[in-house]
């Protein structure tokens, strides 16, 4: 079964600490996309990546740096951790040309204190 | 610009009865495709549904299809026999043909089926 793995469910951190989120995807897919989650806001495209070390920023880099050195691996990284990123953070992935979808991951639940 | 618009926060419907989900877009784009998500309390996004934009019949998979009326930008999801088991929020999502590897998400809606 294809999956991309989301290492941890939950995350309590403190204020100011870095922290990185992992995820992996085995399906060689070539795009891999990080993503906030919110009440009443859907999701919000955080950085994707459609290649090793290639990055874009999506609608809410701020804050947020990423990593790409390895095709099956894509990290967040919260350079100094604030309340306000306090949030549900999903992995995604997708290949780059045909009629599919996003495969998510299961998603990390931060919490900064 | 692209958009997606979830105009139902939260939904009822009794178990066995069947439900729409509104979605409505926005987008220059020729050529766009349009996703229907389903996240349970788990967590996980489960792939529902998918319909391109110049895909002449409105998609289907099992209880699940897509009302896609193209002149009204509306990508409705109808659940037909609700089951306990469709409780979950459901995203709406869109992905154009000039930025093909970026979506679009609807805000959601939450969906309680009763028993």
């Known amino acids: 079964d294809v999956k991309v793995t989301q290492s941890s469910r939950y995350l309590v951190k403190r204020t100011g600490e870095k922290v990185f989120l992992e995820c992996v995807q085995d399906?060689?897919?070539?795009?891999m996309f990080w993503y906030r989650q919110d009440p009443g806001l859907g999701l919000r495209l955080i950085y994707f990546?459609?290649?090793?070390?290639?990055?874009e920023k999506g609608d809410i880099p701020e804050g947020y740096s990423v990593s790409r050195e390895k095709k099956e691996r894509f990290s967040l990284i919260l350079e100094s951790a604030s309340t306000n990123q306090t949030s549900m953070y999903l992995c995604a992935s997708s290949l780059s040309r045909g009629p599919y979808g996003y495969t998510f991951g299961s998603g990390t639940r931060l919490t900064v204190v | 610009a692209q958009k997606i618009t979830q105009t139902q926060p939260g939904m009822f419907v009794q178990e066995k009865e069947a439900v729409t989900l509104d979605c409505t877009y926005d987008t220059s784009d020729p050529s766009y495709g349009l996703f229907w998500y389903k996240q349970p309390s788990s967590g996980e996004m489960i792939f529902l549904i998918y319909?391109?934009?110049?895909?002449?019949q409105n998609a289907t998979e099992g209880r699940y299809s897509l009302n896609f009326q193209k002149a009204r930008k509306s990508a409705n999801l109808v659940i037909s026999a609700s089951q306990l088991g469709d409780s979950a929020m459901y995203f709406c999502?869109?992905?154009?043909?000039?930025?093909?590897?970026?979506?679009?998400f609807g805000s959601g809606t939450k969906l309680n089926v009763k028993p």
């Open positions: 399906m060689d897919h070539e795009n």
């Open positions: 990546s459609y290649d090793v070390k290639m990055k």
């Open positions: 319909q391109g934009s110049y895909d002449q």
């Open positions: 999502a869109m992905r154009g043909s000039y930025n093909f590897n970026k979506f679009y």
